[in-house]
Structure formats: C-alpha cells, structure tokens
C-alpha cells in the first residue's frame, strides 16, 4: 500500500473508534441505524475506495480495500460496508454510473437470475446491505455471458430478515424485473471470479473479528481474578490463549497471501486458476478458525463471554455467519481438490505430481 492508502487507513481506524461503539451495534440489532455512524462513513469516503477516480471515487488498492474491510469487522460495524465496496466495484468494472450512496450486493455465491429481453427473473436468498440501500446491485446471466444489473430498491420484492449476527438477510425476488442500468457484457468478469473475491471478503471480515476477540480474551483474563489471582495466571487459560492467538495469525497469513495474490493479478475478478487455491485456501483456514477461536474465548470467559452486555459475543456470532457465507469449509476443501485434479489429469511435460504440488503450494 502507498502512503495514501495508509493516511486513508489511518482516517478509517480513528472514525471506526471514535463513533462504532458497543451501544451503537446494539442499536443497530434492535432495529436502528445510528444515523451519525451510517453518515460519517459515506461523508468520509470509504464506500468509493474501489472505485477509479475518474468515476468518482478514491482509486484505492485492493489491499486497501480489504484492509478497511477487515478494521470494519474489528470494530463489528453494522452497516452494509464491505458488500458497498464490493458492488461498486462491479459497478465500476462494468462501466456503469456509481451512486455515492450505500449499494446493496445481490449475489449469494448461488444461482445467478437471467436477463432477457430486458427483463431479470430469478431469486437470490440471501443478499446482503439490501435494507440500508437505494441501489441493488445484481450479476446476471444472459445467454450464458455475465452482465451486471443495478435495480432501484424501490422497484423489487425484498423480504428482510434476520441472521444470528443481528445482520439483515434479504430475498430478492425478480420477476420479469427492469434494470434502472444493465451492463453490457463485461470482460475479464466471471461468476467463479465474483464468488472468489466474495469469499475473500467474508475471510477478511472473519480474520477482523477474531483478532478483536483475542484482544477482549487477553483483557479479559489480565484483569478477571480467581483464587487470588489473575486467569491468566493459570496454564489452563494461558494454554486457551494461545490457541486463539495462534489460529488468528493463521488465518490471517493465508488472507494476506491471498490478497497479495489477487493484487497481483491483471484481472482479479475473472476467476484465473492463478488465484483460486490462494483465495480457496483463505477461506477454508478462517473458516476453520472460525470454529476454534470463539471456542477457546468463551472457554476463557465463561458466561461473561455470552452476556448481551458484554461485546464478545458481537463478534463470534458473527463469525459463525460469516463462515457459512460464499462457500464453507466443505465447499472450499472440495474446490481445491477438483483443482487438483484436474491439474494431475491435464498431463503435460515433467512429473504430473510435482505440477500438482507446485500448483497447491504457490
């Protein structure tokens, strides 16, 4: 990242701690958007990061992005951010106008809906930022090639709920749906590309909460006493912490790698082989962590870790949401072994298997 990036990250970092409070997420849970948050965070600029200058945004790097993304979910901010960056992105690769407002992402990783004849039919389950936003971004399918569709909140059937994070779930349904905007076709876009980056998205999400987690933990048993003296005295504990420390730095690794991985790519939301292990890996290794992190923080916290009150569990439910979303670790984990085996049975000059394990271990 270039110094930009990083007065950028710096601005976010101060905003995010200064107005994303506790109170503020559960405010948010019982059904209110402080409006100063949701204000402060468009005001500054953030939701453009992906977007070229000269369509009106910050013309940030991928890392940037993915590193506000990841500071967002440290902070469990409960507005539609990181789906905002990712739709106007596909926005502004698809050549369409970028509204400076929050944007919904209409994708799922599931079935895309079809276009034809101008009109959009089909149902995605679980679209995510739909409530906060007046723009919809959808991926659609016309005779098999990609276009990217922006609908007017107004003009779809949504029904909202509610996942275990507090996080509004939508069901978009079109029918026989006009775009506002619809793309012609995009180059260097794929379906497999947007669900890859998606999935990255939701690891760095994960590798943000986990980190905030570790931090409340280590705070936790610093100043929690037992016995005349601190938890984080006892091996037992230390042992817990160390876990949690452990499988965040892993998990965070392997999404680094990946965004490094996807920055250097030319096109990095077409799909290539080049990027699929790297992005496959991520999220199967915070998947994992997922698991083992809030396990190991709640162990040390007791029922204090699962008190309304107390922030903890702000961020392990959501990453037990997260986790799920845009493929689990079963998806993943078979993904990469159908890319390996395609890559044994594609043949080719030299040792099969030494290609196949090159191509794992790049």
Not at 275 to 303: F, R, W, Y
């Amino acid at each position: 990242m270039n110094e930009t990036d990083l007065l950028i990250l710096d601005t976010a970092e101060r905003l995010l701690s200064d107005i994303c409070t506790t109170e503020a997420v559960m405010q948010y849970e019982r059904g209110t958007v402080p409006d100063n948050l949701a204000n402060a965070i468009l005001d500054s600029g953030l939701p453009m990061a992906w977007v070229p200058e000269q369509s009106g945004g910050v013309g940030g790097s991928l890392p940037l992005g993915f590193e506000l993304i990841r500071k967002a979910a440290a902070y469990a901010l409960p507005l539609p951010l990181a789906e905002t960056l990712v739709a106007n992105l596909l926005l502004a690769l698809s050549g369409l106008s970028v509204p400076g407002r929050w944007t919904a992402l209409g994708y799922d990783g599931g079935e895309l809906p079809v276009a034809m004849r101008g009109e959009v039919n089909g149902t995605v389950e679980m679209a995510s930022g739909a409530d906060d936003a007046s723009v919809i971004v959808v991926p659609v399918l016309e005779k098999g090639h990609l276009r990217i569709a922006s609908f007017a909140a107004s003009t779809i059937d949504m029904e909202h709920r509610r996942n275990l994070a507090g996080e509004v779930r939508t069901r978009l349904i079109l029918r026989s749906a006009i775009p506002s905007r619809l793309s012609a076709r995009v180059k260097n876009l794929t379906e497999d590309g947007i669900r890859q980056f998606c999935a990255l998205v939701r690891s760095a999400q994960i590798v943000g909460a986990l980190d905030r987690s570790g931090e409340l933990t280590v705070a936790y048993v610093a100043e929690r006493k037992q016995f005349g003296r601190a938890l984080g005295k006892f091996q037992a504990i230390q042992n817990r912490v160390a876990d949690i420390a452990g499988e965040a730095a892993l998990a965070g690794a392997a999404v680094q790698q990946a965004v490094r991985t996807l920055a250097n790519c030319e096109f990095p939301l077409c799909g290539d082989s080049s990027t699929a292990i790297a992005i496959a890996s991520a999220k199967l290794v915070a998947g994992d962590a997922a698991q083992k992190v809030p396990e190991n923080a709640h162990q040390a916290h007791g029922a204090m870790g699962f008190s309304y009150e107390y922030p903890l569990q702000l961020f392990t439910r959501r990453v037990w949401c997260w986790r799920e979303e845009f493929g689990s670790e079963f998806y993943w984990s078979g993904y990469i072994g159908e890319l390996l085996k395609n890559e044994v049975q594609s043949g080719g000059e030299g040792s099969v298997l030494g290609k196949a394990w090159d191509f794992a271990t790049r």
